[in-house]
């Protein structure tokens, strides 16, 4: 009885997961890390688009009209030249909106989710393009680094460590003393990524990026991790 009052607290206290069964919880036997213990209603996901889709759109205005001046077309709006600033702004604005709106009427637990996704989120999408400015700043002076193959590998190198690096540090902030099962990176983390791989891109000034104008879709992949973050149960 112990063991199973035990399990449910861990269960209800745990922010990203609960295990799969109470075997698990025993010593050697492997635990699951889950992002969603209940599926998210219609109103989880509403609530998380129009969050995501404002915390995008004020940061995009802003840049834009800082570039551009007044905005009177759609073009001026995704017109915009990103660098670190413009990067971490529109991540921060997607991700705060879309879990601020996805709190609303939920439970405290809910909420601290919904935080503990929010924090994940960010981290990784704000520190590998950190990591890769870092990169190449240090290959701006570098004949060899400097060359393109060279460059792009380290990049894509540099991008590795940084996703690996924002995990690590979300964990750490979310769950400090360690108790529960550390929240990993799977297949839809590393598509939302692309915008690291995107940004990457941009930062290292590759020609090829400019001719393909793949920087318009930034906002797109920002608002998307604000709405995963924001639809968390």
């Known amino acids: 009885m112990i063991n199973q009052v035990n399990l449910a607290s861990n269960q209800t206290n745990n922010s990203f997961s609960y295990f799969k069964s109470s075997n698990q919880v025993k010593k050697g036997y492997r635990t699951y890390r889950y992002h969603n213990v209940d599926d998210p209603t219609t109103g989880d996901k509403v609530r998380a688009i129009t969050g995501s889709v404002i915390g995008t759109a004020v940061p995009l205005v802003y840049f834009a009209r800082k570039q551009n001046g007044q905005i009177n077309s759609l073009?001026?709006?995704?017109?915009?030249?990103?660098?670190?600033p413009e990067m971490t702004g529109i991540a921060a604005g997607s991700i705060t909106g879309g879990v601020l709106f996805g709190m609303m009427g939920e439970s405290a637990q809910k909420r601290k989710k919904?935080?503990?996704e929010g924090v994940f989120q960010f981290m990784n999408?704000?520190?590998?393009?950190?990591?890769?400015?870092?990169?190449?700043?240090?290959?701006?002076?570098?004949?060899?680094l400097n060359k393109p193959c060279n460059k792009l590998i380290g990049m894509i190198g540099s991008l590795a460590a940084g996703m690996f690096f924002g995990a690590k540090a979300s964990n750490i902030i979310t769950d400090p003393k360690d108790l529960y099962p550390d929240r990993r990176l799977n297949m839809k983390d590393a598509i939302a990524n692309m915008d690291d791989v995107v940004g990457?891109?941009?930062?290292?000034?590759?020609?090829l990026i400019d001719k393909l104008h793949i920087e318009k879709t930034i906002p797109f992949i920002y608002g998307w991790c604000g709405y995963r973050a924001g639809q968390n149960s």
Do not use: C, H, S
């Not at 990591?131 to 004949?143: F, G, H, I, P, Q």
């Not at 990457?200 to 020609?207: E, V």
């Open 75 to 84: 073009k001026k709006l995704f017109n915009i030249k990103y660098g670190l």
């Open 114 to 116: 919904k935080f503990n």
């Open 125 to 144: 999408a704000v520190l590998p393009p950190v990591v890769v400015a870092a990169y190449l700043a240090v290959t701006k002076n570098n004949k060899f």
């Open 200 to 207: 990457g891109l941009i930062l290292a000034k590759f020609p």
